[in-house]
């Protein structure tokens, strides 16, 4: 606190009738009396901000003073050298730390005796709400009894209290055995996890170890307080450490992994093989970006060779997209890979899952043999569409009959079918479309008896 010892400047003693009120001096005139009021009530205006500012500052000041004070007898109160380790080593350590506390508010609370005699010899006036110097002197004088109560039973009780909080240390050690082992056998090292698996893992252990590392800092601080041999965080902090450094590298990687994920419930029929690709080349590019410190796990260099991975069987998948690929196709392709999701109803991930890299040859087959059918299918179609299509164009022959136009161009049509439906038998893809080839075939063979010009 700045303690403003504020007095107001002396005022005139001079008689309003004294002549000696106006001054004369080589024939200049001065009245000052006007100029002294206005002093004076400037004087008592400033007097009276300045006043009430620090007024409530002290407020401000006593209210928080107070609200410590009360917290820490309220702390005080519910101190039990009968309660659980874990709770001893809280209530020492309250203790202690109030000890050294208490000298800073020994000083606090005469710095708020000044200021608040401050206020009243110059007069203040206490707004309603105001808390009285003596309630802060009642609470003061209650949390000092109840703290050198519970110092003394601390001091009395000494020698069971070191034993509670060795045995309570021993605890902690079995839990800091726990947390190692646990790292050693669950740790995501490998990269075998996804991002989002292998975070949860390790927040689980980060979390368990956070807890031991909060009860074991409470004993060390206990047994340094009570004159003991102190413990040693070392190994816990270095734990913490490498479990932070690869929360980093995983934090990162699920970045990556979020942007490749989201393509995962796309329906296959609705993939764009471009969106594909450019998704995959971003992740890519994310993971180049990564600094060296990263790079150096395991999970980076796994993280890496799953996105080129997915760019194989993007290449794998966009060719499923082809038009060779018939649902017959599928059909014949999801039960030798023993899936059992319709093919309409396939995705991304679908696939992804059962990694069709494993079954490439299988797919390649089952490619071949669309493309091969797909090839006869064209040849037929063409076939279809322009006997379907036909017309017969006749004329008119010396007012007698009707004959053919274009009768040799007829024929060369149905030997080209012909050849053309004789060379789709000779395909290994044949029997798929034997039950249509076949009547065509007929067809072209009728076409190609003698004509009665011939004969």
């Known amino acids: ?5 504020i007095r107001r400047p002396p005022r005139s ?41 620090f007024g409530q500052t002290l407020s401000e000041t006593m209210r ?3 609200s410590s004070i009360s917290n820490a007898r309220q702390k005080m109160e519910k101190v039990n050298f009968q309660a659980a380790s874990q709770d001893i080593t809280q209530f020492i350590t309250e203790i202690q730390d109030f000890k050294k506390q208490q000298l800073e508010w020994t000083n606090e609370i005469e710095r708020i005796r000044n200021g608040h005699k401050l206020l009243e010899r110059q007069r203040y006036h206490f707004p309603s709400d105001w808390m009285w110097l003596e309630q802060i002197e009642g609470e003061w004088s209650n949390f000092r009894q109840i703290l050198n109560r519970k110092n003394a039973q601390m001091e009395a009780e000494m020698s069971s209290i070191q034993q509670r909080i060795i045995a309570e240390e021993q605890v902690c050690q079995e839990k800091i055995k726990e947390v190692e082992e646990m790292w050693k056998n669950q740790r995501p090292y490998s990269g075998e996890m996804l991002p989002n698996q292998a975070l949860d893992v390790l927040n689980i252990i980060e979390g368990k170890l956070q807890r031991v590392i909060d009860a074991y800092s409470k004993v060390c601080k206990a047994k340094e307080m009570l004159d003991l041999e102190p413990g040693n965080l070392d190994r816990l902090e270095a734990l913490q450490e490498d479990i932070s450094g690869l929360k980093e590298v995983w934090s990162e990687l699920n970045k990556v992994w979020i942007s490749v994920d989201s393509m995962r419930d796309t329906p296959l029929q609705a993939a764009v093989p471009k969106k594909m690709k ?31 991975n997915f760019k194989k069987m993007n290449a794998i998948i966009i060719e499923l997209k082809s038009e060779a690929m018939k649902p017959r196709h599928w059909k014949t392709l999801l039960s030798k890979l023993k899936v059992t999701t319709p093919y309409t109803d396939l995705t991304l991930g679908n696939l992804w899952q059962i990694d069709v890299l494993k079954y490439e040859n299988i797919i ?5 043999i669309g493309r091969g059918e797909l090839v006869l299918e064209e040849m037929l179609r063409a076939v279809k569409e322009f006997w379907n299509a036909f017309e017969l164009e006749l004329v ?19 030997d080209e079918d012909l050849n053309n439906l004789n060379s789709m038998k000779m395909s290994p893809f044949y029997k ?13 063979l009728l076409y190609t008896s003698p004509s009665p010009r011939d004969s």
């Not at 606190?1 to 010892?5: Q, S, T």
């Open 396 to 414: 008119r022959y010396q007012n007698k009959c009707k004959l053919i136009r274009g009768w040799d161009d007829l024929f060369s049509k149905v």
């Open 364 to 368: 390649k087959d089952v490619l071949n």
């Open 13 to 53: 003693t001079q008689s309003r009738s004294s002549a000696a009120s106006d001054v004369y001096k080589r024939q200049v005139h001065g009245d000052y009396r006007l100029v002294q009021v206005k002093i004076n009530n400037k004087y008592d205006t400033w007097h009276k901000d300045i006043l009430n500012q």
């Open 278 to 308: 450019q998704s995959l080349d971003e992740a890519t590019e994310m993971l180049n970006g990564f600094p060296n410190k990263l790079r150096q796990y395991e999970a980076f260099d796994k993280m890496k060779q799953r996105i080129q």
């Open 64 to 66: 928080v003073f107070y």
């Open 1 to 5: 606190f700045f303690f403003l010892m």
């Open 432 to 444: 798929a479309f034997e039950e249509e080839i076949l009547p065509w075939d007929d067809n072209c």
